[in-house]
């Protein structure tokens, strides 16, 4: 994701799957630009020892995602020409397209226009297409930064235009601070996304070893939901055994590193992935190994979700990707109105597990 499309590309998989991240698989520690924040919750408490079904039932979200809005207010149509850059981070990405086709239908029902441009996950594109769209004189400008200081002059440019500048999920942790020049942003909810995993496993597996899976790139949103799958993980009194991780995102990585954790950590329960993809690959290699391993991972990928039915993995993480573009063209009419909006929102969760996968409709 930062300085170079080696990062790039490893955010566009990563983005595929919309999931956790972290490590190189002989140590913990990764470096980036823009390292993930900590965010601890002001009222979280020191992880409980023991876990137990009546502490995985009892344990309430108090963390930095709570109470954050799923929606921004419902616009009142005033009647002005309304005009709204969209863009999209990468159209290939089924995640990306799915939040697109749920921003092209708000902007019909509000009477905008919705000007989109593809970023294609490359630096240079997605700062020329920004001031693309303040060259067509648009109303407000929609983005998922890929590198926020990148976009710094584009944005103080559009700034002394009164043209509003909406961020898509970035920076990743409701505890970081919309970079200056912001005017709010919606969130993917990693944090709680982290939590519903870690009840669910918690519920059904008391007191369980885990592991976390990330992927061996900085990319700062995977790093952070590594993060918090640790820190729930403790939180529900599982034993944390360790993180190995897929050194490339593709299923051949992500069995070699499900390879790796099972000799490194024979007594593991459970697993949280960065992501569907890596999950149902790491499924598969428990299941050749005939070892039982509760696997969640994240984004309700068509794939996951059948392997959800039929057992070898435990859970993952649907995110409303159309809602969210939808709520991005609402701030942005918003803004246009004049209305002022909560710097954060975030995106509207469901747990998948077997008891609800067939009312789910997958992504990609």
Known sequence: MVLGMVLLLALALALSACGGGGS????SETTSEEPAAEAEPASA?????GGGEESAATIAYDGPEKGLPVEYPEPAKSGNECKIGYQNI???IPAMSEQQKGAEKEAQNLGCDLVTLDDELDLTTQVNNFNQLLSQNVGDVIVFPLVPKSLGPSVAEANSKNVP???????????EPLPKGYATRILQGFDEGAYLRAKYVAEEHPGAEFAVMGLAQPVASLQYFSERAKYWGERFGLKFAGEVDAQEDNPASASQA??????KYPNVEALFTYSDNSAVAAGLVAKTSQREVAICGNNAQTD????????????TIYANFQDMGAQLVRAAYDLAEGQKLPETAKAELTLVTKENAAEIEPIG
């Open 45 to 49: 408490e020191e992880p409980q020892e």
């Open 24 to 27: 190189s698989s002989s140590s």
């Open 165 to 175: 500048v909406v961020s898509n999920s970035s920076p990743p942790a409701a505890t």
């Open 258 to 263: 499900m390879s790796a954790l099972l000799g």
């Open 304 to 315: 996951a979700v059948k392997a959800i039915e039929d057992g070898t993995m435990a859970c």
């Open 90 to 92: 990468y159209s290939a």
